[in-house]
């Protein structure tokens, strides 16, 4: 009876470590898989800036485009209400300044800041973890 004590007390024990190792391992490899998801998260931040400033740029050089047309339009504008051209003129020198204000070329663009990650914006890099911690409900298997 007290070999079968000693027996379970040790397994008991065994099993308690073995217990311990693996969440030790689990908090490893889900801190692991966080660094990671967080790098892939600022990516994803630093691409949604890029696809900004592509549309703004594009969309400056359209403008841009269309002041250019307009320029040779009042080129071609001689003889015309006087009133009209200076409008236009006018106009012109508005959508000028604006393209230039939209445009993100004008200066040299800097390095985004990465802001840090929402944990549902860490959720589909992590393969399955849980933002919220390796003993966490898991979002999918890994």
């Known amino acids: 009876m007290l070999r079968e004590v000693e027996t379970r007390a040790v397994e008991d024990a065994q099993r308690k470590a073995d217990e311990e190792r693996a969440k030790a391992e689990r908090e490893v490899r889900w801190r692991a898989a966080i660094e990671k998801a967080k790098e892939l998260a600022a990516q994803a931040q630093y691409a949604e800036v890029l696809r900004a400033q592509t549309r703004q740029w594009q969309e400056a050089a359209d403008l841009s485009a269309y002041c250019d047309a307009l320029e040779r339009r009042l080129e071609e504008a001689a003889g015309e209400d006087e009133a009209a051209v200076t409008s236009a003129r006018g106009w012109l020198a508005w959508a000028r300044r604006y393209v230039q204000s939209l445009d993100p070329l004008t200066r040299l663009p800097a390095m985004p800041m990465a802001r840090e990650p929402k944990p549902e914006e860490l959720a ?19």
């Open 124 to 142: 589909p890099y992590l393969n399955g973890w849980s933002p919220h911690g390796p003993e966490a409900h898991r979002w999918g298997s890994r």
